[in-house]
């Protein structure tokens, strides 16, 4: 016995990150991606339709001019809610730097299937990814390269992610949790979910058991984190990623390693190379070594000038965007 999943999505100019990110959750059983295209002009239109001819991903054009980030994402989640009911048991909320993974043996739809159906969404702590001190973007899997997260008792666990019933869904005020018409929330180890205070998305325990977790990879590398800089320049998400933004939970989301997404990587692998899209090179060495215990102490590794207070941040050119050729992706 296994449960339908779905995933809903908002994306602008993600084109660099949506083969690994989609593979990923189609190969752990996802039915059918709903992405809502916020205005790329990259190449994420162009691989949503590559995508399409293998997978369930369908891509809807989503802008709304005038209103800001958060309103148009909670439009898009509304949205996609009304349209899952009846064609999903449970449809996740998530962005394209965050994955849902299934505890070890398992696929999405084995992990959701233990949950009755007085369960009406289940709200996920995230797991915090750092930049595993890398300054420059590698051509390898997201998963791979980036293995240091935040203490699991860190406060930026207590923010969650909701996957849930559509027909139990009220209109989202958030995009973290939900409210619900019928059933009620719990974490994913079953206990029920106990939201914290000002924000309704901050949960006020962190739960890290349970057949489900959220590997959420907010920086990736500085250049990667630059290039986000500019995805939301002029909107009002600008101030908000500053460079105090990467300086501050760079340190706190390095702290420790974690290294249970490795398991996945031959699976997005097989998974690319089934619909003829090469994964990122050098998939295998793609997982950094420890780092060293002089390294653990300066706070980084060599080359990649992270400090308290102050940092040295290079000035990024190059676009990150894939090239999509008829052969496949080349990757910068």
Same mark, same amino acid.
């Given at each position: %016995? ?7 999505? %908002? ?6 990150a ?7 959750h !189609? ?17 994420t239109?162009?691989?949503a ?49 965050e ?6 043996? %398992? ?5 959701l299937?233990?949950y ?6 289940i ?6 990814f ?10 390898? *899997?997201?998963?791979?390269? !980036? ?7 860190? $406060?930026e ?8 019933? &559509?027909?139990?869904l009220?209109? !989202? ?8 018409n ?6 994913p180890d079953?206990?029920?979910?106990? &939201? ?10 962190i739960?890290?058991?349970? $057949? ?12 990667? !984190?630059?290039a ?12 908000r ?16 390693e ?19 899209i ?7 060495m793609?997982?950094p070594?420890? *780092?060293? $215990? ?27 965007? &894939?090239t ?7 990757? $910068?």
């Amino acid at each position: %016995m296994t449960a339908s999943i779905s995933i809903c999505a %908002m994306a602008r100019n993600e084109g660099r990150a949506l083969a690994e990110w989609a593979a990923c959750h !189609f190969a752990l059983g996802v039915r059918e991606i709903r992405l809502y295209d916020n205005g790329s002009d990259d190449d994420t239109a162009e691989l949503a339709s590559r995508l399409s001819q293998h997978f369930r991903l369908v891509r809807v054009p989503w802008t709304q001019p005038g209103a800001g980030h958060d309103t148009v994402q909670r439009a898009a989640f509304d949205d996609a809610a009304a349209w899952y009911i009846g064609r999903a048991d449970f449809v996740a909320f998530i962005d394209l730097d965050e994955f849902l993974l299934p505890a070890e043996g %398992m696929s999405l739809p084995e992990a959701l299937a233990g949950y009755d159906h007085s369960v009406g969404a289940i709200a996920v702590n995230q797991r915090c990814f750092g930049s595993s001190w890398h300054d420059k973007y590698q051509p390898a *899997p997201v998963l791979g390269r !980036f293995t240091r997260r935040a203490s699991l008792d860190s $406060p930026e666990h207590c923010f969650v992610k909701s996957i849930a019933r &559509p027909e139990c869904l009220l209109p !989202f005020r958030t995009v973290h949790s939900v409210e619900l018409n019928t059933g009620h929330c719990v974490f994913p180890d079953g206990t029920p979910y106990e &939201p914290g205070t000002p924000h309704p998305g901050k949960a006020r325990r962190i739960v890290t058991t349970g $057949p489900l977790r959220l590997h959420h990879y907010l920086l990736k590398s500085l250049q990667e !984190f630059r290039a986000k800089q500019r995805r939301f320049s002029g909107t009002d998400l600008a101030d908000r990623y500053d460079d105090s933004y990467f300086l501050n939970r760079d340190e706190i989301t390095n702290a420790e390693e974690d290294r249970f997404a490795l398991r996945f990587l031959p699976l997005i692998e097989a998974t690319l190379r089934d619909i003829c899209i090469p994964p990122p090179a050098d998939t295998v060495m793609a997982a950094p070594p420890p *780092p060293t $215990p002089a390294q653990e102490q300066a706070g980084g590794a060599a080359g990649v000038v992270i400090g308290r207070g102050t940092m040295v941040v290079p000035s990024i050119t190059q676009s990150l965007a &894939p090239t999509v050729a008829g052969g496949g992706i080349t990757w $910068p």
